[in-house]
């Protein structure tokens, strides 16, 4: 609805100014008792007033804010062959950057599991760059393992004791991204990603850093160098994705 609101903006204004000016030809200041019509009045009034806040506060929104929400609405893109742009602010594309990308996301721990992990021809990296106007405001990490047949944004990890605890951020840009490849695939695939030792897992999605720094703190381990057997890396991820089941269970 809010989306709605945002992208239809100057229709629903016109349509407000256009009832005002018919209500106020209508309204006569003798006949104050003319409870309806003055009514309608101060109601169009008020509604054009908080329009105009609402506008003024939209229009001040930091372009970070802004994209995140732009990215939401999915359907809101045009694409073309340099990348895609928000229709109603075609300030903000998003389009593939020539940086080169690390490919060693493909060989984390949460992609260990994919049959095709380790292949030699179909895995990649690239970074989508979110731009307004000119200015590069993110750089998104997208990762394509599974011997190429999946495609995700390379979610973000924090140290937790000789592991690693790999999860993305519910307010953030690159999970807001995420989603969108999700609906232009049609799969959410951070989902039902293949364990090493069976059975599948989703990529965690934490609220926020309030909630990430909650969790960190629940598991009450100290940073230390990271284990350099794989077997021991995956172990130790599949751990950490029972521990957090238990926090958010514990109201975590």
């Avoid at 990215?71 to 593939?96: C, M, N, Q």
Wanted: charged share 25%; proline share 3%; glycine share 8%.
């Amino acid at each position: 609805m809010k989306v709605f609101f945002d992208n239809h903006m100057s229709l629903i204004k016109a349509v407000l100014f256009i009832l005002f000016g018919v209500v106020a030809v209508f309204v006569d200041i003798d006949r104050p008792l003319n409870f309806c019509l003055w009514f309608v009045f101060f109601i169009l009034v008020i509604s054009l007033i908080a329009l105009e806040i609402y506008h003024h506060r939209r229009d001040n929104v930091p372009p970070l804010i802004k994209l995140r929400r732009y990215i939401f609405d999915w359907v809101g893109w045009e694409k073309t062959g340099a990348g895609d742009y928000y229709i109603s602010d075609s300030d903000f594309t998003l389009s593939p950057l020539e940086d080169e990308a690390p490919l060693l996301a493909y060989r984390d721990e949460w992609t260990r599991g994919e049959i095709g992990y380790h292949y030699e021809a179909g895995n990649d990296a690239y970074y989508i760059g979110a731009f307004k106007g000119g200015l590069l405001l993110k750089k998104i990490h997208v990762v394509i393992f599974d011997g190429g047949k999946k495609v995700i944004v390379a979610p973000d990890w924090e140290s937790v004791g000789r592991g690693r605890f790999y999860f993305y951020l519910g307010d953030s840009i690159k999970y807001a991204y995420q989603l969108y490849l999700s609906h232009e695939r049609g799969v959410n695939q951070s989902c039902n990603i293949r364990r090493t030792d069976g059975g599948c897992f989703d990529i965690p999605v934490l609220k926020n850093e309030i909630e990430l720094k909650k969790f960190l703190a629940y598991c009450e381990e100290v940073r230390c160098d990271h284990a350099s057997n794989e077997h021991e890396q995956n172990k130790i991820f599949y751990e950490l994705l029972e521990k957090y089941k238990t926090f958010k269970m514990q109201g975590g």
